[in-house]
């Protein structure tokens, strides 16, 4: 691109970037929860499992609003969640193993679905579940400042830019009211059941929270997507600091950077270097992610074991 | 799908082709049974996935490289060593960052997965957008499609399921003493950690030799389902490791007649759905460590402590 295209930023950039980073924030709570509590390995879980449930929902309702799949995706993540504790509490297996060979069930058997059911017609394509639509959110944007301030205008933004705006309010307000019950509960379990609270509750209520963030970043990013921003950013802040919030706070600002940088990298930058069309968000993201990680692990401080 | 052809498919009378694509299936699944029952005693499952995953990107950068050399680029003698490179190269930054930093092993296999298979799809997003029929055909490394494969390819996948088959023969006493009791392992004079290196080095084999049949996405069900699935039939490591030999191959002849009979399906969906199924009926019915079989005993000795305790 050789001069900057403000509609098409508008169109297209805007609602992307404002799903993502929306996203991201919640993101990064959630994986900080899930690594405070040792539970990385349900990053994995969730983000692979939400698609047969996503699929199924479709599959039954044929809408494709936010809100369906959400509930679809949700219960196949808690399908997965209490399979995997009832396996591995009664078979011979740990629960690395009971998961590892789950999630890739549940995934095979959505992209089953997904290819058996669709003959081509459903837009949901087995590719898009990897590459994700972020750079496909398109938005009718205003051209001019009376249609920016006309609220009719924000109405026509993709379903998917309020539902992640939503999610990320959600999970904000769930952080707030039980941010000490659960620092409490994650920490010292007894001490907190002594205190009159329930850990199992909370445990539940974050899996839940944490299970609806998948399958949001899973709709609009694709697994790969959904992966790398609910571990890295909490990991990265996980090696920076010991202060609870101070982790929060990192990870929200390490992941709506990737977001931003890996977009501007995958859409704007390397097309202009190379030439070609705009290439993946979600691959130019969850790249950059990595180096972001590598980069904190070599250059941050407290990165040692204790 | 067609089941006039699936059932010739079974008894091999499907087109000289599908023979050859048949037995790499099946020596693929044995392989892969073999080294996952290794690989799940040793916890090593989500390892597995990274390796999977992290072919993607060398696999991509080798089609570049081939493509601006003018040469043929979808050949697996091009492909192969580029995924073994990233695949070496992820394993490699798995353990300097566990070795580094305080990161669970969960979050930091997490999240080297994550950012290799997204640098493998940046590029393969740069793949899609070339001109001309060029790139055609590279996307079926995500999820496989072993009825597309040439008579060439299988007999290549062929020889590098035997190999990491026959090294796996001859490694098994050592990596399951490994498994078991790494300390006495290295009293035994084993070397616990070239044995570990040995056990990566063959989960990538599987890994490649998954890549143009099963998908890069799905080898990881490959290796740990049949091994699971022989976990809970037996409680001795040499004949788990025998049960999931047998189901990986059997998997694997199954897979190959049912991607002949349906070859819109990706053919690494189908054979995961299929071990699936293996797996949830033995977790039902298998004797020892089944369900049913658990929940009579636990009855039975219910009813028998009753009966005790109603003694005087």
Do not use: K
């Not at chain 1, 993101?27 to 539970?39: D, E, F, I, K, N």
């Not at chain 2, 003493?177 to 290196?197: I, N, V, Y």
């Amino acid at each position: 691109m050789n001069s900057w295209d403000w509609s098409r930023l508008a169109a297209l950039d805007l609602p992307a970037l404002l799903c993502g980073s929306a996203l991201a924030l919640a993101a990064s709570s959630a994986g900080t929860l899930l690594l405070l509590r040792r539970q990385g390995l349900f990053a994995d879980g969730l983000s692979h499992a939400v698609l047969p449930g996503v699929v199924l929902a479709f599959l039954w309702t044929g809408s494709r609003a936010p809100a369906v799949l959400l509930a679809g995706g949700l219960s196949a993540g808690l399908v997965l969640a209490l399979a995997t504790r009832a396996t591995a509490r009664r078979a011979p297996l740990d629960a690395g193993a009971v998961l590892g060979a789950l999630y890739p069930l549940f995934f095979a058997f959505g992209l089953l679905l997904l290819e058996g059911a669709s003959g081509g017609d459903l837009d949901l394509a087995p590719s898009h579940v990897l590459f994700g639509q972020l750079e496909q959110l398109a938005w009718r944007a205003p051209s001019d400042l009376e249609g920016w301030l006309d609220p009719a205008s924000y109405r026509r933004l993709p379903g998917l830019v309020w539902h992640s705006l939503g999610l990320w309010l959600g999970s904000a307000l769930w952080l707030r009211l039980a941010g000490r019950a659960l620092f409490a509960s994650g920490f010292d379990p007894v001490g907190a059941r002594l205190l009159g609270l329930r850990p199992g509750l909370f445990e539940a209520a974050t899996l839940v929270c944490c299970a609806a963030i998948a399958v949001g970043l899973f709709q609009v990013g694709g697994v790969v997507l959904a992966l790398a921003l609910l571990l890295v950013p909490a990991a990265c802040a996980r090696l920076l600091t010991d202060r609870y919030r101070t982790q929060f706070r990192l990870a929200a600002l390490f992941g709506v950077l990737l977001i931003w940088a890996g977009y501007g990298l995958a859409v704007f930058l390397l097309p202009a270097l190379l030439g070609t069309q705009s290439l993946s968000a979600a691959g130019g993201i969850s790249s950059l992610a990595g180096l972001l990680l590598l980069g904190v692990a070599r250059f941050g401080p407290r990165r040692a074991r204790v | 799908m067609d089941f006039e052809l699936f059932w010739r498919a079974l008894c091999l009378d499907a087109g000289p082709n599908h023979a050859w694509v048949a037995a790499a299936l099946c020596f693929l699944g044995a392989a892969a049974g073999q080294v996952g029952s290794f690989a799940l005693l040793r916890r090593r499952a989500l390892l597995v996935d990274v390796l999977g995953h992290a072919t993607l990107p060398g696999v991509a950068a080798a089609f570049l490289l081939a493509l601006a050399l003018g040469l043929e680029p979808r050949s697996l003698a091009w492909l192969w060593p580029g995924g073994a490179l990233s695949a070496a190269l992820a394993t490699y930054a798995a353990d300097w960052l566990l070795a580094r930093t305080r990161l669970e092993p969960d979050a930091v296999l997490g999240a080297v997965l994550a950012s290799f298979f997204g640098l493998g799809l940046l590029l393969l997003s740069h793949i899609q957008t070339l001109p001309g029929a060029a790139s055609a055909g590279l996307d079926r490394l995500l999820f496989g499609q072993a009825a597309a494969l040439q008579r060439s390819d299988a007999v290549a996948l062929l020889a590098l399921a035997l190999l990491a088959g026959a090294l796996a023969s001859l490694y098994g006493r050592r990596l399951r003493t490994l498994a078991f009791d790494p300390g006495f392992a290295r009293l035994a004079g084993f070397r616990p950690e070239r044995l570990d290196r040995l056990l990566h080095a063959l989960l990538g084999l599987v890994a490649l030799a998954a890549l143009p049949a099963v998908g890069a996405v799905l080898a990881v069900a490959l290796v740990v389902l049949p091994a699971a699935t022989a976990r809970l039939w037996s409680d001795s490591a040499r004949r788990m490791t025998h049960i999931a030999t047998g189901l990986g191959a059997a998997a694997g002849y199954l897979g190959a007649a049912l991607s002949r009979a349906a070859p819109e399906l990706s053919t690494g969906p189908l054979l995961v759905c299929l071990l699936g199924l293996a797996f949830a009926g033995s977790l039902a019915v298998a004797p020892r460590h089944g369900l049913l079989w658990r929940g009579l005993r636990r009855r039975a000795a219910l009813e028998r402590w009753r009966a005790e305790r109603a003694l005087p």
